[in-house]
């Protein structure tokens, strides 16, 4: 299937530790995204990436970085997790050309930190 | 800074009924927005996308419109089913290149 997809489905860890969260997109797309949705259920913007530029949002926590090994892929690395990470993040991707096309999003992780 | 609310939270409805969601934005310079649901523990699907020269878009039971200078838009339900209890959420796209999403709203069809 053409999709957006994330792995893991879950992850559960212990403060301090990192972790890495993959995500890959079959539709040829070329941007991007992580968002993390918290416990209210409020989703946010972390970062857009594509081949040329990677855009942070500025309240996202430099603990937090995400790495592109190919157009397909953007990974989230997670250092030095703290309790407050628990989220569940989500991974989206868009067409080329232009900022009017629709996002499209990955299952999500549910990261718990205990 | 733009930020995106949703009314009603919460909806309940008996089947068949159409309905209304409500979604404001307080910036309007948009490129476009989108609607999703996201059903409980999963993902987001979209369900509408309209662009910021748009005024409507259709897809099955499901009519969105797009009142850019005002700051509304509306997701219109028609014949509402069971299948249709989700989270309904809205989203703008801005020239940051990302989504600003609303809080969402959370409806639910009784048989």
């Known amino acids: 299937d053409t999709a957006v997809s994330q792995t893991p489905k879950y992850l559960v860890t212990q403060m301090g530790n990192d972790k890495s969260i993959k995500c890959e997109q079959n539709?040829?797309?070329?941007?991007m995204y992580w968002y993390k949705q918290d416990s209210k259920k409020f989703l946010k913007i972390m970062f857009s990436?594509?081949?040329?530029?990677?855009?942070i949002n500025e309240t996202v926590p430099n603990r937090f970085s995400p790495k592109s090994p190919d157009k397909a892929h953007l990974n989230l690395h997670i250092n030095s997790l703290e309790l407050g990470d628990s989220a569940v993040y989500f991974c989206?991707?868009?067409?080329?050309?232009?900022?009017?096309?629709?996002?499209?999003f990955g299952p999500g992780t549910r990261l718990t930190v205990l | 800074k733009q930020e995106v609310t949703q009314i009603p939270a919460a909806l309940s409805v008996p089947e068949g009924e159409n309905l209304v969601l409500n979604c404001s934005f307080t910036?309007?310079?948009?490129?476009?927005l989108q609607w999703f649901r996201q059903d409980p523990g999963k993902g987001l699907t979209s369900l509408l996308l309209?662009?910021?020269?748009?005024r409507e878009q259709t897809s099955g039971r499901l009519n969105a419109s797009l009142d850019k200078s005002s700051g509304r838009s509306t997701l219109y339900i028609a014949a509402s089913q069971p299948g249709d209890s989700a989270t309904y959420l809205c989203?703008?796209?801005?020239?940051?290149?990302?989504?600003?999403f609303g809080t969402g709203t959370r409806l639910t069809v009784i048989p």
């Open positions: 989206a991707s868009s067409r080329p050309s232009g900022r009017g096309n629709e996002q499209f």
């Open positions: 539709l040829g797309h070329d941007t």
């Open positions: 990436y594509n081949n040329k530029e990677l855009i």
């Open positions: 910036d309007s310079a948009i490129y476009n």
């Open positions: 309209i662009q910021s020269s748009q």
């Open positions: 989203a703008v796209r801005t020239g940051a290149n990302n989504l600003f």
